[in-house]
């Protein structure tokens, strides 16, 4: 499975941008999705997860109430629309994709990555 992540950018706080992640190589929707993200000289950390059907969702504390995942199996892609945007949102966001039904916030547990789509919030 081949993971292709874009929709990154620079953006002022309190603004919104959504990514992309386009999944090739496999079927969508045989595996549960995640988004994690790394901030400069901070270990990367969980954002959200999505299972294979899109009917359950995981978030955490952080971007929960700002940030909606979601997928459309039929275009082998995930979503993650970010709003309120925080200069504490600042990272490198990497989609990930598990060869399992649930949700995890777990990064060992991904067995796909994307390369990364940076996001820059500005104050």
């Known amino acids: 499975v081949q993971l292709q992540a874009s929709g990154g950018g620079l953006v002022q706080a309190g603004g919104s941008l959504r990514l992309s992640c386009a999944a090739s190589?496999?079927?969508?929707?045989?595996?549960?999705m995640g988004w994690f993200r790394q901030a400069p000289g901070k270990e990367r950390e969980f954002a959200a997860a999505?299972?294979?059907?899109?009917?359950?969702?995981y978030y955490a504390d952080s971007v929960r109430g700002r940030f909606t995942i979601s997928r459309d199996n039929a275009k082998n892609t995930v979503y993650l629309q970010m709003n309120s945007l925080k200069p504490e949102d600042t990272a490198v966001y990497y989609c990930?994709?598990?060869?399992?039904?649930?949700?995890?916030?777990?990064?060992?547990?991904?067995?796909?990555w994307g390369q990364g789509t940076q996001v820059t919030v500005s104050s």
């Open positions: 990930a994709a598990r060869w399992s039904i649930g949700l995890s916030s777990i990064s060992n547990e991904y067995a796909y």
């Open positions: 190589g496999g079927t969508s929707s045989s595996y549960g």
């Open positions: 999505i299972s294979w059907s899109g009917r359950s969702t």
